[in-house]
Every structure is written in structure tokens, then in C-alpha cells.
């Protein structure tokens, strides 16, 4: 974990362990690959296993398609498996990598799907002055050449101890990987040939290739109207000839004052120094094609970057400018464009991050962050930041770090791959760090320390992530009150929910213990871990170079593991080096190293508590004794079952008998700000309240009622005290939690005081389990806000049916006379964030579905109840003018029985324009449908499918 405030050296623990371990390493000539011979032996694995993108239904969704090399035809020579840390296969993806070495040796991969693109991992050796060397190499598809890419080893090779330095002559090289990327110019079908291919080997003796990821890059995306042109309104240089650092810098002033979004145009833009941003959008024509990079000539210390800025007192103690001053900055939307970086080296002071300062209300989407110190180091306090749908890649230190005071905030469905410290990191340094989530990310070859780590912090989530190969000094995911500044309050609070991620190779060894780190790991080296429950549950462990377990340094307690399956460990299922409390229900492993599957020093200080369902990992006499040597290889070959996510979490009280029924229920939200949580609408208190996050809109709160209930009102509150204020809301209800439909329009709801800031609104009754209520405006503050959802009905259950219920459900309320698809239960192949498919048939052209980013084909399907006779459906996205113009490509789609389905309009490109309302009407010939589908494969103004409104009509 990169430390530029203080100089820590963070991965130096206690003093008496500071010595490196006994590693020797031949040193690199100008004309070899170093192979290092490391103290102690292993065994080989015979194959390297699983990839990341093995795993279904956990990670992140990313718009390319993997192959390894050592999977590919070629005729160079393949290197590894062997996870010794300074061994070039050691930190190749998957431990295996090819070489080639002479003119005329190639790679070639057969496109499994239509690609326009590559980015390719690959490592040169380093100079013999320690500066790097420049090469190409060919690409060719079926034979021909397509053009040569240039290749470099400048941003590889550290040596000697934390932080490193660039000497070869000194010991522990590593990080020897980098990448690049190469558009082909046309597009290449499945089948087809792509081959990188040594063209010469004068400027480099040898290229070793450890994948590549092949794409279909959407063109560049259109300039919108009514935007602030950095190159034709303030005159930056497309061309990256010239420094356009003050020249951006105005134009971002000029958004915020203007109140007008910022565009990057197609280009390369130079930047001496990272500008800062407030209150303003600042989007491209898409990360391959709007670039920002350099970094001044003569002040090192300055480079390309966007901030955010520095709040007084806060986690940055650094050098603070004039116009960096005075933090956070609030409602910054940075998307669509790349920072490819020119950092060399790691200093841990200097501000030559991606991303930095402290951005609240903020979201990063679809940016692509390379060869930049830190992808991300926000520096709080700051709430609801989020950063989505990226690619952080080649990092010399951490890839994201949440340091102090960060609150409601994530990284969610982001791609990351050879960072040199902490994949994703949270440091509560000295302000407590809240409610923060690393959710659904994917992350490749982490160099040193960890792949998700929260040091301190309370109410944390990690969640639904794959990981894959740790090279030293960290494991997958690690607990810990360690680093300055987190003891107290901003030590490990709250309840943490570690679930449904799956660790592949993870665990590695440190150079400064002699011994192995766990895949998953815990310490209390600060102080005991106090009034904290963490909840391990349906978590995968496989493969893990030394132990799977792992504790160390001080007490810890309040550990839950639930369904954990380990299968495959270099050393042992448990690695106990200090005493903790922890409960194991369901834990099964196999294929462990050692024939005693527990290494325990600390006897009756680790006290375990057993659930049913446990196997393989326990033992009454452990083993305490020297350390052995690791066994590689014992994982599954084939990735095993994922437990998906709990779409209907089971009640946790019985459901109530009358009154209000949602009391005590379980609640969920889209969002929370601070302490103000989900919890507090059903708590019967209504001085304490939830809010979402501010300047946000949509949020919705939902209340699970544990059974179907007969509902048919709703009352909402807010605190007495309060002002008057009017929420635009509606009320929606589902019986499996996933479908739902409107129950009570989008409306304004006033809240008076004077009436005890009290709403009732009537529902037609029905039974429903769930019950949301759904907030896209309010006059009083910038958010949603309720304090109580109280909801009412009768006071008995519904009844069994007497006879067999019928194979197609009649329709739950009359079939409309006017827009056939109002208030109807639809479905989506995906969604991204809280944008739902619900919000297509709520009849409120402000909400909107938006799919996955990247990720066409996409669709929406409406159930009509019954087969209905149409012929037009009426499409809307949000009428607002922030909306631009943009086009979707999309058809209809007809079926009587919801699988077989027929198009009834082929697909075109559809214009939404403002200037008429963003509104586009489809008709065809009148037809019988009950179920109708809207596939869509193409958007110009973003790269998912959108929809506000999917209206359909008899005539």
C-alpha cells in the first residue's frame, strides 16, 4: 500500500523482522531473462488451473475475451509453472508464460468472437542501466502483417527492498510485466488468426507473451450538444505535441460555472501536471480513443492526473495548491476516457496518481487508468464516491486505496491487473472509513501485498469477486487493524460481509517472514479486533500457494466462516500464529498439502466453535513445528459451482400478524448516506430515518414482509420536527423480489409538519412480500429521505390454493385500456446499478433501465398478462436535456408463452432526440402477443442498452 503522506515503509512489519529473507538472484544481463534461485525448494504444479474468467457469475463483466499463450499455438518456449517471487513465470496470469527469442517465433490465437482490438501482456528484459528498452513486435492476422507494436520494459523492473529503485545491480527484481494495445483497423471474425510475431531481435533478445484479451471496440462515441469543447472552446493539442494541462484546467472552471458537461475529443492529450475538478462532468469519446498522458519534463513530482481537492485536515498532508485547496469536491462524473501514465518509478510522495484528491457525490464510469503510480488514492473525508465499469492496469504501487474517512462508497464491475502494492485497499487512517463496498471486480496478478484489503473500517463489504495470483507479501483478501492510525474508532468495527468470492492462487510468500502468507488473512497488530462481526460465507479457496487461513499478530474474534470450500493448499487448510475466536460451519477442504491440515503454536488461544457440515480442515493435534516446504498444483482443474446472490433473503423473525406489518422487517436501499440506513424506516422510531445518497436520484427503500401479505396502505413518515417538504415517490410491491410492479403512481407527496409529517397513500389491495417505495425528487434536500415505511393490510396470511394453480398466471389487475404496458411485471437480461427494468413500466420518464455497460447484445421484456393484439410501441428515454441525442440499435420482439419468440420489427437504428422528447414511436402490423422484447445492440451515447418508458398500444 503506497504511502505518500507519512513515508511509511508499509510492508516492514515489526523491526525484529525487517531482514530480507535469503533469496539470491543471478543478476540480469543486457541479453537474458533472469531466473532467480530462491532459498528452499517446491514442487512444480504440472498445470496452472484456473483462470479468473473460469468463474461464472462472480467478477466483473468486462468487454474482452482472455486467452493464455501457453494455450495458443506457437513455436517459442514456455516458461513455468512456479510461483517463486522473482521468477519471470511467477508473474505471468496463471504461472505459465511463452518465450521467444529468435525472429520469426510467434503466438497465434484463433478469435473465438469478432474482435476489432488487443491488449496484449508481455515482458522484455530490462537494460543493463536500469532505464528499460524499446522494441516492437509484429501483428498479423491470417498472415499478413497488420502493423508493428512497440513494446517497452520502462516500466518494469524494480529491485532491492520497499520502495524499490531502478539498480539493477541491486537484489529482488521483479515486476517485470506491462502491456499494450492495438486497434487492427477492421474486424476479424471468430476463427480467425492472430499471431504476434518476432520481427527482429536487435532491440530486444527476447519478448516473452502471457495473454492476450481480444474486443470489439464500439467507434468513438459522438460529441454531445451543448457541451465545452477542450479542443475547439480553449485550444488543447489533440496531438499531444504540446502541454494542454492549463488549457483543460479552464475548461473544467468554465463547466462548473456554466454549469455545462466537458468533452474530450478523439486524440492524445498532454498533460504536465493533473487538473482538478468540481462540480462538473468531464467525459470522452470513449478510453480508446480520448487520451490523457505525460508528465512534466523537469518537476517529476508532477504528471497527468484528475483530482479531486484536498480537504482541510483530511488524509493528504502534502503540499496543497490554491486551487486544490478547500475539499472535497462534489458532483464530478469522470467517464469514457483513458490516463495512460509515464511513471517509472515509485516515490511515494509525489502526486502522480490517476485519480487523487477527494471527490463526494462522484462517480468515475468506463475510464481506463495505466502506467500511473496509483489507478485511484482518494484521500478523504468524503462520502458516495463510486468508481464502475473500468480498467486499472499496470500500477507501480495500488490500484484503488480509500484512505481516511471514506464513506458509502465502492468499486464495483472494475478490472484490475498487475498493480505493485494493494489491488483494492481501505486505510482508515485516523478517520473512521464507513460502509464502503469492493463489489463484483476481477483482479489479476497483484505484485505485493493484497488483492482486497480494509485496514480498519467499519460496516465493510467485499463482495461477489474472483481473484487470481498474489506474488509476495499479502494473500486474497486481508482483515486487519494494521498501518498508522487505525486503532479506536477506526479500527475493525461494525459488521464486515465477506461473501461469495472466489480466490485462485492466492497467498504467497513474504520476503520478510520466512514463512507463507494465507489466502485469507487476519491481524490485530495495532490492537484486538473489538465489537466487530465479519462474515466469511460462500467463498471458494482454491489453489492457494501456502495456506487458505490464516492468522497472525494479535487477537482477533467475531470471525463467521459459512460455506467455504478450500481445495488446494500449498501448505495447510489453517496457518495459526495468533489466538482468535472463530466459528466454522460448513467449511470443507481437500487436497491439502501437508497430512495434518493445522500448523497451531498458539494451542487453546485459538478457540473454535463448530457448525455442522465441516470436513478436512480440522484436527486435535495440530502440527507446530518448522516451516515446510509448499506443494503447488493441488487445485481443481475445472472451476466448481458459484453460490449466486440471495435475491429473497430469508426472514430473520416471523412474520408479523397485523398492525404494521412491515415493523422490525428486514429493509434494503439503494443507498444510505452516513449513519442514516434502511433500518431506521421499519425500527418504529420516527426521529431516526434513512437517507440515500445526496444528488442521486432515483433511490428506493425496500421492506421484505417474510411472506406474501394482503397490503393495501402505506404510511410514510418523516421527523416531526421537520419542514415541509414535497418527495416525488411511488410505491411498488413484488412477491418474489425480483418482478415488480406499481402500485401507487409517481406522485408528490407532501409532508407538513403540521400534520405530523405524516403520508397515507391507498394501495389496491393484493398480497405481496415486498414492498418498495421508490423517491426521484424532493424539495427539501437533495436525497431521499423517510423515517418510517409502515405498511398495513388484513391480518391473515393467503390462504393454499384448493385447486391446482394455473400454468399461466392470470393477470394481478385488469388489463389496461391505454398503454398495455403500464404497472406489468418485466424482466431484463441485466441492469447496472439501481437502474431496473421496473422503471420501464412505472410510467414516470425520469427513471429509466440501463443493462450492463459493454456488454451488447442486451434486452427488456414486458409481460402483457395475456396475449394482446398490437401494433405500436412507444419507446422514451428522460426528457431532461442532460440527455443528449444518441441512436439505439434495437428490434421487437413477440411471444404467446415467454421462450419462443419471433421478430415483430427487425432491427434499426432508433434516434432519441431531446428536441422531440426523447421519444420514438415503433409501429408494425397489428399481431397477438403476450410477451414483448426490446433487444437493443447498439447505443451511441453510452455503451449499454437505456430506456425510460417501453409503452405499447393496441392501434
Not at 695 to 714: E, I, W, Y
Not at 917 to 944: D, E
Request: charged share 15%.
Amino acid at each position: 500500500m503506497a504511502n505518500h503522506t507519512t513515508g511509511t515503509p508499509h510492508h516492514l512489519r515489526h523491526p525484529a523482522r525487517v531482514g530480507l529473507a535469503a533469496i539470491a538472484a543471478t543478476l540480469l544481463a543486457a541479453t537474458s531473462v533472469t531466473v532467480l534461485a530462491v532459498t528452499g525448494t517446491a514442487t512444480p504444479a504440472s498445470a496452472a488451473g484456473l483462470s479468473p474468467f473460469d468463474i461464472t457469475g462472480r467478477g466483473a463483466t468486462v468487454p474482452f475475451l482472455e486467452q493464455e499463450a501457453e494455450k495458443a499455438a506457437h513455436n517459442g518456449t514456455k516458461i513455468g509453472p512456479d510461483r517463486r517471487y522473482g521468477t519471470l513465470p511467477s508473474e505471468a496470469s496463471g504461472r505459465e508464460a511463452i518465450t521467444l527469442d529468435s525472429v520469426g517465433e510467434y503466438v497465434e490465437f484463433t478469435l473465438t468472437a469478432p474482435a476489432n482490438a488487443v491488449t496484449f501482456r508481455y515482458s522484455l528484459p530490462d537494460s543493463a542501466a536500469g532505464t528499460g528498452r524499446d522494441a516492437t513486435i509484429d501483428l498479423r492476422a491470417n498472415g499478413s502483417l497488420l502493423k508493428s507494436v512497440p513494446v517497452t520494459s520502462r516500466y518494469g523492473w524494480y529491485y532491492g527492498g520497499y520502495p524499490f529503485n531502478n539498480n539493477p545491480g541491486d537484489t529482488n527484481p521483479h515486476h517485470f510485466y506491462d502491456e499494450t494495445r492495438a486497434l487492427f483497423g477492421s474486424t476479424y471474425p471468430a476463427g480467425a488468426k492472430i499471431r504476434l510475431q518476432v520481427a527482429s531481435t536487435a532491440q530486444s533478445p527476447t519478448f516473452t507473451i502471457d495473454l492476450a484479451d481480444f474486443e470489439l471496440v464500439s467507434g468513438p462515441i459522438a460529441k454531445p450538444s451543448g457541451v465545452l469543447d477542450v479542443v475547439t472552446d480553449f485550444g488543447a493539442d489533440p496531438s499531444g505535441g504540446s502541454d494542454s494541462t492549463a488549457k483543460f484546467q479552464a475548461a473544467v472552471d468554465a463547466g462548473k460555472a456554466q454549469g455545462k458537461a466537458v468533452w474530450i475529443p478523439t486524440g492524445t492529450f498532454t498533460l504536465w501536471d493533473h487538473v482538478v475538478v468540481d462540480g462538473v462532468t468531464l467525459r470522452g469519446a470513449g478510453p480508446w480513443y480520448s487520451v490523457l498522458g505525460g508528465r512534466h519534463p523537469t518537476d517529476r513530482k508532477r504528471a497527468a492526473g484528475v483530482y479531486g481537492k484536498y480537504v482541510p485536515g483530511g488524509g493528504y498532508t502534502g503540499e496543497v495548491r490554491s486551487h486544490e485547496a478547500n475539499g472535497p469536491s462534489r458532483n464530478v462524473t469522470l467517464r469514457d476516457f483513458a490516463i495512460i501514465g509515464d511513471i517509472r518509478e515509485r516515490m511515494d510522495d509525489d502526486q502522480v496518481n490517476a485519480l487523487g484528491g477527494a471527490m463526494t457525490n462522484s462517480v468515475v464510469d468506463n475510464l481506463w487508468l495505466e502506467n500511473t503510480k496509483v489507478g485511484a488514492w482518494m484521500d478523504g473525508p468524503m462520502d458516495n464516491f463510486t468508481i464502475r465499469n473500468s480498467r486499472i492496469l499496470d500500477q507501480t504501487a495500488d490500484g484503488v486505496n480509500f484512505h481516511t474517512g471514506v464513506t458509502n462508497s465502492t468499486v464495483t464491475n472494475t478490472f484490475l491487473r498487475n498493480t505493485g502494492d494493494d489491488a483494492l485497499a481501505m486505510w482508515a487512517q485516523n478517520v473512521p472509513n464507513v460502509n464502503n463496498s469492493f463489489t463484483h471486480n476481477t483482479i489479476g496478478v497483484t505484485l505485493l501485498a493484497n488483492h482486497l484489503v480494509s485496514y480498519g473500517g467499519r460496516d465493510i463489504k467485499i463482495t461477489d469477486n474472483v481473484t487470481a495470483d498474489s506474488l509476495s507479501n499479502g494473500g486474497g483478501i486481508h482483515v486487519a487493524n494494521r498501518y498508522p492510525g487505525v486503532q479506536g474508532d477506526t479500527a475493525v468495527r461494525g459488521t464486515w460481509t465477506v461473501a461469495r468470492n472466489t480466490l485462485i492462487r492466492n497467498g504467497n510468500s513474504d520476503y520478510n517472514w520466512n514463512f507463507g502468507v494465507g489466502a485469507i488473512w487476519f491481524s490485530a497488530l495495532n490492537e484486538s479486533f473489538q465489537q466487530a462481526t465479519i462474515n466469511i460465507t460462500d467463498t471458494d479457496i482454491l489453489d492457494s500457494s501456502y495456506a487458505a487461513l490464516h492468522w497472525i499478530e494479535g487477537q482477533t474474534s467475531g470471525i463467521n466462516l459459512n460455506n467455504v470450500r478450500i481445495d488446494g493448499a500449498g501448505t495447510y487448510a489453517l496457518q495459526v500464529q495468533a489466538p482468535s475466536q472463530v466459528s466454522f460451519t460448513n467449511v470443507r477442504a481437500t487436497n491439502i498439502a501437508q497430512s495434518n491440515p493445522m500448523h497451531n503454536c498458539v494451542g487453546g488461544g485459538f478457540q473454535i466453535t463448530q457448525g455442522a457440515g465441516n470436513s478436512g480442515w480440522y484436527t486435535p493435534t495440530p502440527y507446530c513445528g518448522p516451516w515446510p516446504d509448499p506443494q503447488w498444483g493441488g487445485g481443481p482443474s475445472s472451476p466448481p459451482p458459484t453460490t449466486p446472490p440471495p435475491t429473497t433473503p430469508p426472514p430473520t423473525t416471523p412474520p408479523p400478524t397485523g398492525g404494521n406489518l412491515a415493523l422490525n422487517r428486514p429493509a434494503t436501499a439503494t443507498s444510505t448516506n452516513q449513519s442514516y440506513t434502511a433500518t431506521n424506516v421499519v425500527d418504529g422510531n420516527a426521529s431516526s430515518y434513512w437517507e440515500s445518497a445526496n444528488n442521486a436520484f432515483p433511490q428506493s427503500v425496500t421492506v421484505d414482509l417474510g411472506a406474501a401479505r394482503s397490503v393495501n396502505r402505506v404510511v410514510l413518515k418523516l421527523p416531526a420536527g421537520w419542514e415541509s417538504r414535497t418527495e416525488t415517490l411511488s410505491v411498488l410491491g413484488s412477491t418474489d423480489g425480483s418482478s415488480y410492479s406499481t402500485l401507487a403512481a409517481s406522485a408528490g407527496r407532501v409532508f407538513d409538519p403540521g400534520a405530523g409529517n405524516t403520508v397515507s397513500i391507498s394501495l389496491p389491495a393484493g398480497d405481496r412480500r415486498f414492498v418498495r417505495v421508490t423517491v426521484t425528487g424532493n424539495t427539501g434536500w437533495p436525497a431521499a429521505q423517510l423515517s418510517e415505511v409502515e405498511v398495513y393490510g388484513d391480518t391473515s396470511t393467503t390462504p393454499p390454493p384448493t385447486t391446482p394453480p394455473p400454468t399461466t398466471p392470470p393477470p394481478t389487475t385488469p388489463p389496461p385500456t391505454g398503454n398495455l404496458a403500464a404497472g406489468r411485471p418485466v424482466t431484463e437480461t441485466s441492469h447496472s446499478d439501481v437502474y431496473g427494468a421496473s422503471n420501464v413500466v412505472d410510467g414516470n420518464a425520469n427513471t429509466y433501465w440501463e443493462s450492463a455497460n459493454n456488454a451488447f447484445p442486451q434486452s427488456v421484456t414486458v409481460d402483457l398478462g395475456t396475449s394482446r393484439s398490437v401494433s405500436r410501441v412507444v419507446l422514451k428515454l428522460p426528457p431532461a436535456s442532460a440527455w443528449q441525442t444518441r441512436t439505439q440499435t434495437l428490434s421487437v420482439l413477440g411471444s404467446t408463452n415467454g421462450s419462443s419468440f419471433a421478430t415483430v420489427k427487425s432491427s434499426a437504428g432508433y434516434t432519441f432526440n431531446p428536441a422531440s422528447g426523447n421519444t420514438v414511436t415503433v409501429t408494425f402490423t397489428a399481431t397477438s402477443q403476450r410477451y414483448l422484447r426490446l433487444p437493443s445492440t447498439g447505443n451511441r451515447g453510452w455503451p449499454a442498452g437505456q430506456l425510460s418508458e417501453f409503452e405499447v398500444y393496441t392501434s
